[in-house]
C-alpha cells in the first residue's frame, strides 16, 4: 500500500512551458485535491475531486486544469507555466467525499520552480 | 468563504515546557478542525483533529480545545521534546457543499524546542 505518491519530485520550467504534475492513490479513496505551498501562506487548495468524472475549483485555481478519469488518479496540468506558480505542490485524498470532516492523507510534495 | 488566522508564527520553548498555538476563524458553520505536523522538507501529517459537538481532545502530550462561542481553537502541546520541532498548521472546514470544498489552513506556526 503505496498511500499517496506524486512524481516528479522536483521540476524546473521555462516561462510559457506546459507540463503536468502527477498524483496517484491506491486506498481507494473517492476524495482527491491540489494545494500549493507558499512561504508564510500554508496551504491553499487548487481543484478537487469528489469522484471520477467530477472536478470543481478550489481558492486558487487560475492557470491549472484537472480531469479525473479513474479514481487513483488525479493529474494537475499547468497550461502556461508563470514565475507566479514557483511552489510546492501537494496532493491529498480521503476516503469520504465530505473531505472536511475526513482525515485528509498527503503526498510527498512536487518542488516546482518556474524561471 | 472561510478565513483562519493563526498565531504565533514562529514559537520558542525550552525542552520540557509546554506549547500552546491559536487559532481563530470567521465562519461559525465550521464544524471540523484538524491540526497538521509538517517536518521540513515532508508532507503535512494529521496529529490530531476535533469536531464541532466536542470542546476537548486529548491523544498523549497533545490536546486541542474548541471555543464554538469565540470561533477559536488551540493545539497544547506537554512536555515538549526535539521532536516536536516542526510547522504546525490548523484548519477548519465547513459542511457547504458537504465540506467537499477542502480545507481552509491557517498560515501555519514554527515550532522551535530549545534544548
Known amino acids: 500500500n503505496a498511500g499517496v505518491t506524486q512524481t516528479p519530485k522536483f521540476q524546473v520550467l521555462k516561462t510559457g512551458q506546459s507540463m503536468t504534475l502527477q498524483c496517484a492513490q491506491d486506498?481507494?479513496?473517492?476524495?482527491m485535491s491540489w494545494y500549493r505551498q507558499d512561504p508564510g501562506m500554508g496551504l491553499r487548495l487548487i481543484h478537487y475531486s469528489v469522484g471520477a468524472g467530477i472536478t470543481d475549483q478550489g481558492e486558487v485555481p487560475n492557470g491549472y486544469n484537472v480531469s479525473r478519469s479513474t479514481t487513483e488518479d488525479f493529474p494537475l496540468r499547468l497550461l502556461s507555466a508563470a514565475p507566479s506558480q514557483t511552489s510546492v505542490y501537494f496532493c491529498?485524498?480521503?476516503?469520504?467525499?465530505?473531505?472536511?470532516?475526513?482525515?485528509?492523507?498527503f503526498g510527498p510534495g512536487t518542488r516546482l520552480t518556474v524561471l | 468563504g472561510e478565513n483562519v488566522e493563526q498565531h504565533p508564527s514562529t514559537l520558542s520553548v525550552q525542552e520540557g515546557d509546554s506549547a500552546v498555538i491559536k487559532c481563530t476563524y470567521s465562519?461559525?458553520?465550521?464544524?471540523?478542525f484538524p491540526w497538521y505536523k509538517q517536518e521540513l522538507g515532508k508532507r503535512p501529517q494529521l496529529i490530531i483533529d476535533?469536531?464541532?459537538n466536542v470542546g476537548e481532545k486529548k491523544d498523549q502530550r497533545i490536546a486541542v480545545t474548541l471555543n464554538k462561542t469565540a470561533k477559536h481553537f488551540s493545539l497544547h502541546i506537554t512536555e515538549t521534546q526535539p521532536e516536536d520541532s516542526a510547522v504546525y498548521f490548523c484548519a477548519a472546514s465547513t459542511p457547504w457543499g458537504g465540506g467537499a470544498d477542502g480545507l481552509t489552513f491557517g498560515k501555519g506556526t514554527h515550532l522551535i524546542i530549545q534544548p
Open positions: 486506498m481507494n479513496h473517492e476524495y
Open positions: 465562519d461559525s458553520a465550521s464544524n471540523y
Open positions: 476535533i469536531r464541532s
Open positions: 491529498a485524498s480521503s476516503y469520504s467525499i465530505f473531505a472536511g470532516t475526513d482525515t485528509q492523507y
